[in-house]
């Protein structure tokens, strides 16, 4: 297992700068008139911008679908000064990130994944061999679980023909991705709506296979209350355990999963295997002891009290909980804990979450003070400030323990600035707040968006001189974060063998602009010129192109900065009855007025737009493709509160 090496040191630096004071009059700020003339603000806007030292602006002539576009337009056609957002950095590292997924899921992964199907698959026959008569039904019921992932991953691929036809029927209900279905030899209704490939799954006929096959695995438990499941389990787990070839595979895939997103929330097959070590200690080849129901019992008992489930991702009523193996089960993150703790039947009469609850929790004084707590019964605000202090207790090796996690801790650092006094007045505005809280959210929506396939999803039951020619936002931490994230990332994937020399040069590359912008960011607030090592940095005037540029990682890959992500499944009776949706919309807009010794100027630097809604079961998980189709069709719901709360 790759282990995680973030460094997280926030720099220490002493504002000075030169502020000014709200409201600001039209003659103390730069480029007013060229803006106003160039993006032909109306007097509400300009007003807005004068009382809070920031607008965002929606009523473009043009949509920007991608940041780099917006910077390329604001350099070239409206000659203003860049601002460098902290939307812009987040949204470069989300498609590093998901380039990188691309890249490794449509070639090595799933190689890997093929090559542990089909070896499971022989091991299982083996079993059906060796297995007594009536016990045959065990083996048989593995044959069709991996048989299944096998022919999800290939159409054409060989299977036993007394187990053919189950096989086929199941891969036509999981490519019809409608209803809910009982997989054979399981106990627990399955969501076929799941298997509708979203995200950047949509982008090769290889990946779509992928994503089926990965959810097969990671959704379906083998139940440790049902005892022929939990055999089933066994035979499986001490096969894996004790076979190289299916091991050395597995491992691969789970190596990759665990350090980019996290930890299996269901118990592991080395769980079993250890847990049946205990028991039974050494298994024959006929698997006898196992069928001793008096061991099995003391087994099951043992394995429940090992690592119970914290989110419930399955079809069940309240009070319910689905616990066992899951083949390559989907990780805990803390998105999905908070909102099963912030729904019913934790409160009793909230149903849907939002993804308030997730940036309150992280810590945003912003997003808890917009949440609806009166609306609700008590245990709502109870848990949500539980949730608040957990979160807040965590060290930096929770933070550390993957890159998801890591992604977290640096949109934490938005929240840290926008009380203090020292720093431009434009960050202690209510505009500003809501700036950053719609910031947070459009990047943790592209971070649900690209581990959609890897995390766990919840249910619930029902004249002067000239100006500097750019402006970086001046957030240092969330900067100096994901530098280190970035150096957490080569380092990791070189150890799996996984870095290409394109992710180097990347990946290197961005680390340059990162370091950069930390330097800047605080040379801007203690009143001094930056330090520049060309060695070590990209200059401003040329990191855009090196942030929001789409690097050809494959030829399936094309890059999204508009996209939607499914986090959470309100269901009722086995059916699906509305799901929430995160969107990330048209990028916009934000002109801030940067303080200087100078004179104070104008700059502009794009954002995110970012969507909550919920959308009728009836009508399936929105793709990417669909999303993109009702924003430019004019079908789309209207944005997010906090996204209009800092826009004119």
């Not at 007594?132 to 065990?138: F, R």
């Not at 096969?239 to 190289?244: E, K, P, V």
């Not at 929001?548 to 699906?576: F, K, M, N, Q």
């Amino acid at each position: 297992m790759t282990s995680i090496r973030t460094d997280f040191e926030d720099p220490v630096y002493e504002p000075m700068l030169p502020d000014y004071t709200l409201p600001l009059q039209a003659g103390e700020v730069r480029f007013l008139e060229k803006l106003i003339e160039t993006l032909d603000l109306t007097d509400d806007q300009v007003q807005f911008l004068l009382e809070n030292g920031l607008v965002g602006i929606s009523d473009l002539p043009v949509n920007f679908t991608r940041f780099y576009d917006a910077y390329d337009r604001i350099f070239w056609r409206y000659d203003l000064p860049l601002l460098y957002t902290s939307d812009a950095v987040l949204d470069a590292f989300h498609h590093i990130f998901e380039g990188m997924m691309v890249t490794l899921e449509g070639s090595t992964l799933y190689d890997e994944l093929y090559n542990f199907t089909e070896r499971m698959m022989v091991l299982s026959q083996e079993h059906y061999k060796t297995l007594p008569e009536e016990q045959k039904q065990l083996a048989l019921d593995n044959i069709i679980f991996f048989g299944t992932a096998l022919r999800l991953l290939d159409p054409e691929a060989p299977v036993k023909w007394f187990a053919v036809e189950e096989i086929d029927r199941m891969v036509g209900f999981i490519e019809g991705a409608t209803g809910t279905i009982l997989p054979p030899g399981f106990s627990q209704m399955e969501d076929l709506t799941q298997y509708e490939p979203r995200s950047h799954y949509t982008d090769s006929d290889e990946l779509r296979r992928y994503f089926r096959a990965m959810m097969w695995y990671g959704r379906l438990t083998f139940s440790g209350d049902s005892d022929s499941e939990t055999r089933r389990a066994i035979l499986v787990s001490m096969a894996l355990r004790d076979d190289h070839v299916a091991n050395t595979s597995y491992s691969k895939v789970m190596a990759m999963v665990r350090f980019l997103v996290g930890f299996p929330d269901d118990l592991t097959y080395l769980e079993y295997a250890d847990a049946v070590d205990q028991v039974f200690g050494v298994v024959p080849p006929d698997f006898s002891p196992i069928f001793d129901d008096n061991r099995l019992d003391i087994l099951q008992r043992s394995l429940k009290e090992l690592r119970p489930p914290k989110i419930n991702s399955d079809m069940t009523a309240p009070g319910q909980t689905v616990w066992g193996l899951r083949m390559l089960g989907q990780a805990y993150v803390i998105g999905s804990y908070v909102f099963q703790r912030c729904t019913y039947d934790n409160v009793p009469d909230r149903y849907v979450p939002s993804a308030l609850d997730v940036m309150a929790a992280l810590g945003s004084q912003e997003a808890w003070d917009r949440e609806d707590f009166d609306s609700y019964q008590p245990a709502f605000e109870e848990n949500l400030g539980e949730l608040r202090d957990e979160v807040a207790a965590y060290g930096e090796d929770y933070w550390n323990s993957s890159i998801y996690n890591g992604w977290l801790h640096c949109l934490q650092a938005l929240d840290q600035n926008t009380s203090r006094p020292d720093l431009p007045a434009f960050m202690g505005t209510d505009a500003w707040a809501a700036k950053q809280l719609n910031t947070q959210l459009g990047s943790w929506t592209q971070l649900t968006h690209d581990t959609q396939l890897y995390r766990k999803q919840t249910y619930t039951y029902v004249g002067m001189s000239a100006p500097p020619s750019e402006y970086v936002e001046p957030v240092p931490e969330l900067y100096s974060r994901m530098a280190e994230i970035i150096k957490t990332l080569v380092d990791g994937m070189d150890d799996m063998d996984l870095l290409t020399p394109t992710m180097r040069t990347i990946l290197g590359n961005f680390w340059k602009v990162l370091h950069c912008f930390e330097e800047y960011a605080i040379a801007e607030l203690e009143l001094r010129e930056p330090e520049f090592d060309s060695e070590t940095m990209i200059h401003p005037r040329h990191a855009y192109e090196f942030m929001v540029w789409e690097p050809t990682y494959g030829e399936t890959y094309e890059g999204r900065t508009i996209l939607v992500s499914d986090v959470h499944t309100l269901h009722d009776a086995g059916s699906p009855i509305s799901y929430l949706e995160e969107g990330v919309g048209y990028v916009r807009l934000l002109v801030v007025v940067a303080p200087s010794p100078d004179g104070h100027y104008i700059c502009v630097g794009p954002v995110f737009e970012h969507f909550e809604f919920s959308r009728d079961g009836n009508l399936g998980r929105l793709t990417d493709e669909e999303w993109e189709g009702m924003l430019a069709n004019g079908t789309a719901p209207e944005p997010a509160p906090w996204a209009q709360d800092f826009t004119v």
